[in-house]
């Protein structure tokens, strides 16, 4: 979810949280851990509650197939991904929510279907996603957010996904290769934002 922010620069207004993502907030105040606190923080109690509702369902699917350690690091990445998103496409507006890391968990159950050889459609994850994509449009949701953390999922399913098919050691090291993408998600926000601040200058 989102709303405007009518400064830059990090200036302190009012209605902008502590903890919400602000693109200028990262860039001029060097407030890093706003793209994940993002994650947890909700602007009201039904953006909080459709979330944990989608986000319970989802969970117990991958935490009951791969584990707890699996599902942290798609849920984690999946913030990441939405901060990314949310940056790119919606630099101006303060952002906070758990969307991000659910769209994530949506598109990490639809490539593990595919991966199966299950059928979306009939399970019912695509409808889910394709209405779920359309809700984004509307006002005050962050598209951006809601894409980066599908984007990432989908990524992220694929790398679980295959590795089941390889062998439980490869398995085993899904999370690790989960984790790794999330690194990266978390170097592509860093280089979006200020390439400076990166080891290499690129």
Known sequence: MTTTVRTIGGVSIEGLGELSLYRSSL???????????????HFNIVHLGLNMLVLWQLGRLIEGVFGALTFTTLFVTGVLGGSLGAIIIEPEHQVGGAS???????????????????????????????????????????????????????????????????GPQALAL?????????????????????????????
């Open 27 to 41: 860039e001029f105040d060097g407030e890093w851990y706003r793209v994940f606190t993002s994650g947890f923080i």
């Open 100 to 166: 991000g890391a659910v769209f994530a968990l949506m598109g990490a159950v639809a490539t593990l279907q595919l991966v199966a050889g299950q059928n979306v459609f009939k399970s019912g994850v695509a409808p889910l996603i394709a209405v779920n994509i359309a809700l984004s449009f509307l006002p005050f949701v962050s598209l951006g957010g809601h894409l980066g953390g599908l984007v990432v999922g989908l990524v992220g399913g694929v790398i679980v996904g295959v590795s089941r098919r390889v």
């Open 174 to 202: 899904a999370p690790s290769l989960v984790a790794a993408l999330g690194f990266g998600v978390a170097a592509a926000i860093v280089y979006v934002v200020d390439p400076t601040q990166l080891p290499l200058n690129f």
